[in-house]
């Protein structure tokens, strides 16, 4: 069967599956009061997650990545993990975590089938860390990020969102940082949601910052792979590994979107930024495969060219968690 594509020619080999909206930390770009339970909490359950799993790598998806909220907050966890990882035809199982029990559970998890983390870490300071986290736990994040390092798995990334606040000498105790690490640190620019309109315009950088400090010393971009996501990293022959940047606001930034999302109340989302979603749970429930596969196909159709965040059009996005990492 072919891979799933949109009206664009667009082809989709990357699915992010949200597991739960709750999250644990308070960061100050995303949800600065803590998780407000905002509905009745309903998440797909994991037999939900596999069928829905099961009908996108029948069509050609090899990558999911496991996303929040706080995905480590649900503990059937690992089950998902497995459930996921022992479908036919996946290579990779992803999951994006504030990494505040990683060192606790990473083995579990790379024992269920995890082959690939990231962790948000937005500050090698602990001050500033915890400033924007709300947590002081900087160290413990970054023993799990150590621990996770050493069981093996394909690739452990860290994401850091750009903010005035933070960025300082930031990329420069990153990049010290991975000078003996094999870890991608990647910099998300700042994006503007419903929330956030205020913060958004005192603490934005552009990513062209990060750029011509690259550039100045020596960084140069990597070729990308079929199944990767937004980022452009950056090596250097003094480092085992990478620096890179997710610039959402870059002309072209939606040409070659590969990924689609799945909320964790079972709906399809055709863009970040976009109005609501197609909704899915229904026939994730009755376990219908053929209803759910031409349900997707026939969402695609409708999924937009790029998103309108230069206008200052984030759809129905109120805060960074619903992006799910």
């Known amino acids: 069967m072919e891979t799933f594509a949109d009206g664009f020619g667009r082809r989709f080999r ?54 929040g909220g706080e995905p480590t907050v ?40 995890l082959t690939h983390l990231n962790v948000s ?34 690739g452990v990334k860290l994401n850091a969102v750009l903010q005035r606040d933070s960025v300082g000498t930031g990329f420069d105790r990153f990049a010290e940082y991975v000078r003996e690490r094999p870890v991608a640190v990647r910099f998300i620019e700042l994006m503007r949601t419903g929330d956030n309109a205020g913060f958004f315009q005192d603490q934005h950088v552009p990513g062209e910052r990060l750029v011509a400090w690259l550039s100045a010393r020596g960084w140069t971009p990597k070729a990308r792979a079929g199944d990767d996501g937004p980022a452009i990293e950056y090596v250097h022959p003094d480092h085992r590994g990478r620096l890179g940047l997710i610039a959402p606001y870059a002309p072209g930034f939606c040409d070659g979107c590969n990924r689609l999302r799945v909320t964790a109340a079972g709906k399809l989302r055709l863009c970040l930024f976009g109005q609501d979603g197609v909704d899915l749970r229904d026939l994730l429930k009755d376990g219908d495969s053929a209803a759910l596969e031409a349900r997707i196909e026939s969402a695609l159709a409708l999924k937009p060219r790029g998103h309108r965040l230069a206008e200052d059009r984030f759809g129905d996005t109120r805060n960074l968690a619903q992006l799910g990492g």
């Open 121 to 154: 870490v937005d500050s090698l300071e602990p001050a500033v860390f915890a400033k924007i986290t709300g947590h002081d736990r900087l160290a413990a994040v970054l023993e799990g990020v150590d621990r996770a390092l050493t069981l093996g798995l394909a």
């Open 74 to 113: 649900r503990r059937d966890l690992a089950e998902i993990i497995g459930r996921l990882s022992d479908l036919s035809n996946v290579d990779k199982v992803a999951l994006t975590t504030n990494g505040w029990n990683l060192a606790r559970n990473i083995a579990t998890w790379a024992d269920a089938g």
């Open 14 to 67: 990357y699915l992010r599956v949200s597991v739960t909206e709750m999250c644990n930390f308070r960061c100050v770009y995303c949800l600065p009061n803590g998780y407000q339970k905002s509905g009745p909490r309903s998440f797909m359950t994991p037999l939900e997650i596999e069928r829905l799993g099961r009908v996108f790598s029948a069509r050609g998806v090899r990558k999911f990545r496991l996303t």
